[in-house]
């Protein structure tokens, strides 16, 4: 009997150390929108928007972090979990620092972490079968 999982973890490799994160199941439309959000035709040519796209498809899926952590303000470091509430002033000195606007701890996962869980997606739609069974 199979076993229906409702969370992936996905590892990623950092520094020789792994972090998890922590992915709920994404819907049919999800993906596809998300393949499908990866380029886009504008004046007959096609961009790519692929890091844009496996953010946002990450962000919209990714329910927990496992074995990361973060400096805040006052010099404290804390893990990065679902359950990190930064203070404004977290916020202020982490976008300072990181280049980037930070309001949540989905914010702190830095894009190439993104970008290889988002692959994860892509490499298993690329190894299904098509739906002829070809």
Known sequence: MALIISSIKIPIEVGGETVNLICRRPTAKELSSFLSSRFVQKRNKMQS???????????????????????????????????????????RHLTS????????????????????????FEDQHQAAPDEEGN
């Open 49 to 91: 928007r692929i890091y844009e796209a496996r953010s946002e498809f990450i962000d919209q899926i990714l329910v927990d972090v496992e074995n990361a952590q973060v400096q805040n303000a006052a010099g404290d470091v804390l893990e990065i979990t679902k359950d990190l509430v930064l203070t404004e002033d977290d916020k």
């Open 97 to 120: 620092s990181l280049g980037d606007n930070i309001e949540n701890w989905r914010d702190l996962i830095p894009l190439n972490w993104k970008a290889s869980a988002a692959m994860y």
